[in-house]
T-cell receptor, first 116, second 111 residues
């Protein structure tokens, strides 16, 4: 079946502009994650959605970052007033979360964000 | 101290050899561990996960977990040039909602 999809694949923006990144998870997956990966770095957790529960926003680096998930499916990550240090690949993952069990996450292809 | 640590490498092994990738973690509450492979410019793809002490084998891959020593390893037998990638180790804590990733080890399999 279809995997996790993300759009756009590449986004170039000017410093100070707002950007929206979209993630469409695997159908039926209740958990959705956003990560950020800077050049040569590991994955940095940003935010997690599970069903209708309040999201875990503990990884968002500043109040310029926000995310929402509508209807328990598609998610949008918004970065306001972008800065050059926001340049990174933003990865979305989804899983069929099982409480207390192994949480296998499947990643989308990512959005490469470049802030000039 | 990072929660999940990996040697960044690169780790170079000749084709056909066994590649050994290691990972240590600091949170004793970690329950499950995952190995992802990431080719340059691509997204991570799951290789395997392990949650019980001991070895778990899947084809050419073997994951090893030692909770007492807090380390996880991935062995790749009969290494191929196509195995050249960055390998990410991640831990999952049942009380948390996310995977914690190491920074990855770059593996180079040379002809």
């Amino acid at each position: 079946g279809a995997g996790v999809s993300q759009s756009p694949s590449n986004k170039v923006t000017e410093k100070g502009k707002d950007v929206e990144l979209r993630c469409d998870p695997i159908s039926g997956h209740t958990a959705l994650y956003w990560y950020r990966q800077s050049l040569g770095q590991g994955l940095e957790f940003l935010i997690y959605f599970q069903g209708n529960s309040a999201p875990d926003k503990s990884g968002l680096p500043s109040d310029r970052f926000s995310a929402e998930r509508t209807g328990g499916s598609v998610s949008t990550l918004t970065i306001q007033r972008t800065q050059q240090e926001d340049s990174a690949v933003y990865l979305c993952a989804s899983s069929s979360h099982r409480t207390g069990g192994a949480d296998t996450q499947y990643f989308g292809p990512g959005t490469r964000l470049t802030v000039l | 101290q990072k929660e999940v640590e990996q040697n960044s490498g690169p780790l170079s092994v000749p084709e056909g050899a066994i590649a050994s990738l290691n990972c240590t973690y600091s949170d004793r509450g970690s329950q499950s561990f995952f190995w992802y492979r990431q080719y340059s410019g691509k997204s991570p793809e799951l290789i395997m996960f392990i949650y019980s002490n001991g070895d778990k084998e899947d084809g050419r891959f073997t994951a090893q977990l030692n909770k007492a020593s807090q380390y996880v390893s991935l062995l790749i037998r009969d290494s191929q040039p196509s195995d050249s990638a960055t390998y990410l180790c991640a831990s999952f804590t049942g009380g948390g909602n996310k995977l914690t990733f190491g920074t990855g080890t770059q593996l180079k399999v040379e002809l």
